[in-house]
């Protein structure tokens, strides 16, 4: 009966949670079907059909999906090597002063989200591809960081104390005995973070990053729709191979 009380008074916050919110917000749901706004959204949706499809247009979505795809590589590389390196200190590789310094690090950088991490990038390195590929790594570098520590803490120390233990350095100890255990799961956090990293690049277009995402924003701003659609469907098509592509690829490792 406690329990039964206890999930009642649960629904009952969430419930008055979600009014609270809907009140507070001034969220008015009706408005979408009053008058003459589903007409309005009807006619908007199908001014995108049908997408434009002439040779053109789609040679230039080839290069931006080349160039979202580029960004988001080149950004979770970096992110990866740079996580690396500091993952060890926040482990406590290097003393706990340093893993204090490195976790703040980790957690700063991942706090701000990639779009504000592109419009500050857009600001110091200008418009184009550069700014999308450095917000895509710093924001990564504190996510791979933490999930690679957290990967080193937890794996058994007796492989590398067993090497150190027969005259080993503390690198050999690492590149023979930890690493070995840790990199099928860094490499599986890596190729996830590359999927994210893809709809990220997409995104980031729209604060002038480049890519897809650039494209969209600048069809969508001249009411180019049928162009912006066959963009949102290179876009699709384009997460849809990747994931499946990486999906498949970290089943052959598991």
């Keep these: 009966m406690s329990r039964r009380c206890e999930a009642l008074l649960w629904l009952s916050l969430i419930g008055v949670a979600l009014v609270s919110s809907f009140t507070y917000l ?4 009706g408005g979408l079907l009053r ?3 589903p007409s309005q959204m009807a006619d908007y949706a199908t001014s995108f059909f049908p997408p434009e499809m002439s040779a053109g247009w789609l040679t230039q979505i080839s290069w931006g999906a080349v160039e979202t795809l580029a960004i988001s ?5 970096l992110a990866v090597l740079a996580g690396a390196a500091l993952s060890l200190l926040a482990a406590g590789r290097m003393g706990i002063v ?4 490195a976790r703040l690090l980790l957690n ?3 706090s701000v989200p990639e779009l504000v991490w592109a419009a500050l990038m857009v600001l110091a390195a200008g418009l184009g591809p550069f700014a999308g590929t450095l917000a895509i790594a710093l924001h990564t570098t504190g996510v791979l960081g933490r999930l690679f520590a957290e990967a080193l803490e937890n794996a058994p120390h007796e492989p590398a104390k067993a090497l150190r233990d027969q005259g080993a350095g503390a690198t050999a100890a690492f590149f023979y005995g930890t690493l070995p255990q840790v990199f099928p799961q860094w490499l599986a956090y890596s190729l996830y973070r590359w999927e994210n990293n893809i709809r990220m690049a997409a995104v980031l277009g729209f604060v002038g990053a480049g890519g897809l ?3 969209l924003y600048v069809t969508l701003s001249l009411f180019q729709q ?3 659609l066959s963009v949102i469907l290179a876009m699709i098509v384009m997460v849809l191979v990747v994931d499946g592509l990486s999906a498949w690829w970290r089943a052959r490792l598991g």
């Design 26 to 29: 001034g969220l008015d749901l």
């Design 35 to 37: 008058g003459d706004s």
């Design 73 to 77: 590589a080149i950004g979770t590389l």
């Design 98 to 101: 340093a893993k204090a310094l």
């Design 108 to 110: 700063a950088l991942r």
């Design 213 to 215: 995402g650039q494209m």
């Design 226 to 228: 049928p162009k912006a």
